[in-house]
């Protein structure tokens, strides 16, 4: 074919380039070839450390596309919480595919086998990918900040008032807003006052008694201006009780909110002590200030996961935009447009997984494990993705059930006759070897409300005091050290209601009882000037904003009584003046004046 | 090294045998290799036409060496019209579903917000472009064209080993 330029003729075509095409289409496919397993193991890896937030890494991955084969070798998956840690590692799995999804680029795997799962190992190098502020990872770790923990801790000597922000205490807030309340009640108090006019009418009537002091009984038109006012004194009589009432009702409000300043101040006491990091006395606190870390890192872990799954498999059809692939380009985002009725970007059907676990001392055993529809469209799937393990000592269940518009998302899982891993008590240098114990963790995500509970508990429990320098001696560690070192058992519950946004943590033990009787004991005294201190500082932020408002109101309420008072007693000696000359006028014992 | 690269795909081009539409509709080519992401199926497509169509390949890789730069900068706006037209224009919901659950097109990485607007882009350049481009090499002969091929830099341009390698594609009259 050729066109016109010009005068000459020039081919459209390029037909000596079409051999060159072909062989380079050629070369191209058989690099792409020898370069599958490659391509396909970092592309596998890329994905995987996106998704989980830590680094996947694969030693060997072979594509064999004729049999829809995938096998991957050496399987490593960083955890995401522990910098060296593995969350799992795996010797082999092998997925059969179906061959037609990948044609619409997804992904099915009918069947997945994984031989020699460990959970936990070492690893040498750091592989959480991502800040931790980053993602999900910041998201559930702003979540855990939230939560907030008490501070184990005996204050010695002064303890400075210097945090206590006065923008956080509410009592300042609320006397203000009282004042205005109470400016604004005077204002209308006043101005109704001035309406009622009481002056004028008890003026008028006691003009009319004085006309009436040398009236005639037949003087019937005077008479009548006599009922007429005394009809108006007992109209304005009636505006009085009106605003009385009114007024009784504006000031019990306005004396409401004048307590209600004692229980802001409460609060601001409560708001001041958390900021101080001074522990209360109570038991609860106590085994929330030894536990409650440990319990939130438990529950962030938990939830760091639920929350991935509503990330990766969300309810719903809609168009669903997830980060774009990584590249020197901007990433940009890329769009799923899920079909009912189509098949799923990603579904894992079923999983059997071979799992080695191994009680304290002794060699792994091997147990089996199930996944099932693990999908990234489950309203698609239309089945809720289910895992679950058993073994002696081990039983772990799991459902993420994405396929309703609200999310339910239940895991269970517990653990006996394992090490347990140390803990070191917060701030304190102590450091928990639980030793072998039982160990469970349960949740329930529905929608937004959370409700979880872990638990920990060991008979053989050894305490170390913790030399490596992470908290200093302090007279608190020691008394801790006295309580702790005799107890050789330990039971620990820890549990999470409420929304996600507005999570409530309780945490005990059973050290608490212990612990909180020797600390009342031993610093209950210095604890208590503290908090003297504390509200003291308190006092003096609010008390000075605080006074004036209640004076304002307990004036006020005076002042509107005493107003009001006076405009009634007016209004009843000038009807009493008239109703006299009136009875007098008329001469009749017995009669009711109209 | 990428700037010489340039400047011989600059000098070869405006001075090949080719006529300036065949230049022009290889750069309006090029372009598109330089302003949507490298790595895609279309792209692939869009090589073939260049290798296959007789277009000047110098032209074609002067397009891509011009507009990669060009991309980059603009990938905020490729962001925002591929986010458009896939996310926020329901009218065209149906056709990135049936596209999406169709075989083969989701290779071409089209659900991609940079690659679609980045695409609808210079799908939209092409003609001007490609009118502008021939409008422009067409005065740049009339005038310049015979002074710098006289000149030292572009003798020494002509002689490299690419120059040669560019003669096996030049553009046939």
């Not at chain 1, 990433?331 to 098949?343: D, Q």
């Not at chain 1, 002042?559 to 009807?575: F, N, S």
């Not at chain 2, 895609?40 to 730069?69: D, E, K, R, T, Y």
């Amino acid at each position: 074919m050729t066109h016109i330029v010009g005068t000459a003729r020039v081919a459209v075509f390029r037909w000596k380039a079409v051999r060159p095409l072909l062989v380079f289409g050629a070369v191209t496919l058989g690099l792409w070839l020898v370069f599958a397993d490659r391509i396909a193991r970092r592309t596998a890896e890329s994905v995987g450390t996106t998704l989980i937030g830590a680094e996947v890494e694969i030693e060997r991955l072979h594509l064999d596309l004729p049999h829809g084969r995938v096998e991957i070798h050496g399987l490593t998956v960083a955890s995401p919480f522990e910098a060296l840690q593995n969350l799992l590692q795996a010797d082999a799995l092998v997925a059969d595919l179906e061959p037609l999804p990948l044609l619409e680029k997804k992904l099915v795997i009918d069947r997945l086998t994984a031989t020699g799962l460990k959970f936990g190992t070492a690893r040498l190098t750091d592989g959480r990918a991502g800040g931790r502020s980053d993602g999900v990872m910041g998201q559930v770790t702003r979540w855990g900040e939230q939560l907030q923990v008490p501070a184990l801790a005996l204050p010695t000597g002064k303890i400075s008032a210097a945090r206590l922000d006065p923008a956080q205490l509410t009592t300042p807030r609320a006397a203000a807003a009282l004042g205005a309340r109470a400016d604004s009640a005077r204002q209308a108090w006043d101005s109704q006052l001035k309406g009622l006019d009481v002056a004028a009418t008890a003026d008028s009537a006691r003009r009319m008694a004085e006309r009436l002091r040398g009236a005639k009984a037949t003087d019937v038109k005077l008479l009548g201006d006599a009922r007429r006012t005394l009809g108006q004194l007992k109209q304005a009589q009636d505006r009085v009780t009106a605003l009385e009432r009114s007024a009784t009702s504006g000031i019990a409000a306005l004396q409401a909110g004048a307590a209600g300043l004692t229980d802001a101040k409460q609060r601001d006491y409560a708001t001041a002590r958390g900021l101080l990091k001074l522990p209360g006395l109570d038991a609860p606190d106590i085994g929330a200030a030894l536990f409650g870390p440990a319990a939130v890192g438990r529950f962030q872990r938990a939830l760091y996961w639920v929350e991935l799954g509503r990330r990766y498999m969300p309810p719903g059809l809609l168009p669903r935009a997830t980060p774009g692939p990584q590249r020197a380009r901007r990433a940009g985002a890329t769009v799923r447009f899920p079909r009912a009725n189509g098949e799923p970007a990603f579904l894992l059907k079923t999983a059997e997984l071979s799992v080695q676990l191994g009680a304290a001392g002794t060699i792994p055993r091997t147990y089996a494990a199930s996944l099932s529809g693990v999908t990234s469209d489950p309203a698609l799937y239309g089945r809720p993705a289910t895992a679950s393990a058993t073994a002696p000592g081990f039983r772990l269940g799991a459902l993420l059930d994405h396929v309703r518009p609200t999310p339910r998302d239940t895991a269970t899982a517990s653990l006996a006759g394992v090490a347990l891993p140390p803990l070191s008590l917060p701030s304190l240098p102590i450091r928990l070897e639980p030793g072998a114990g039982t160990v469970a963790l349960s949740l329930a995500v529905q929608g937004d409300e959370v409700r979880a509970r872990w638990t920990m508990q060991s008979d053989r429990v050894r305490w170390t005091r913790d030399s490596s320098g992470a908290a200093p001696p302090s007279p608190t560690g020691d008394l801790v050290w006295r309580v702790v070192s005799g107890i050789p058992t330990l039971a620990v519950s820890a549990s999470l209601t409420g929304s996600l946004a507005r999570p409530r943590l309780a945490v005990s033990s059973n050290l608490d009882r212990a612990l909180a009787e020797r600390l009342r004991a031993v610093a209950g005294a210095e604890l208590a000037v503290a908090e003297r201190r504390v509200r003291a500082q308190v006092d003096s932020l609010v008390d000075g904003q605080v006074a004036p408002v209640l004076a304002k109101v307990t004036v006020l309420g005076g002042d509107v009584t005493r107003r009001l008072g006076g405009e009634r007693t007016q209004l009843d000696d000038a009807r009493k003046a008239l109703e006299q000359r009136l009875r007098a006028l008329t001469g009749l014992p017995g009669v009711r004046l109209p | 090294m990428l700037l010489l690269k340039l400047i011989q795909s600059l000098f070869k081009a405006l001075h090949s045998e080719g006529t300036p539409g065949q230049l022009a509709a290889g750069l309006a080519l090029g372009s598109f290799l330089g302003l949507t992401p490298l790595w895609n199926l279309h792209n692939a497509v869009v090589f073939a036409l260049i290798i296959v169509l007789n277009v000047s390949f110098a032209g074609a890789m002067l397009g891509w060496a011009l507009f990669v730069p060009v991309g980059f900068l603009l990938d905020p706006a490729f962001d925002w019209i591929g986010r458009t037209l896939l996310l926020d224009t329901p009218a065209l919901r149906p056709l990135w579903t049936a596209l999406y659950n169709a075989p083969v097109v989701p290779l071409t990485s089209f659900n991609d917000t940079i690659v679609l607007g980045s695409l609808v882009f210079a799908a939209a350049l092409w003609v001007p472009l490609f009118f502008a481009s021939r409008w422009g090499i067409v005065r740049y002969r009339a005038t310049v064209a015979e002074r710098v091929k006289r000149s030292a830099l572009y003798r020494s341009v002509v002689a490299s080993k690419l120059y040669n390698l560019y003669r096996l594609f030049r553009p046939e009259a």
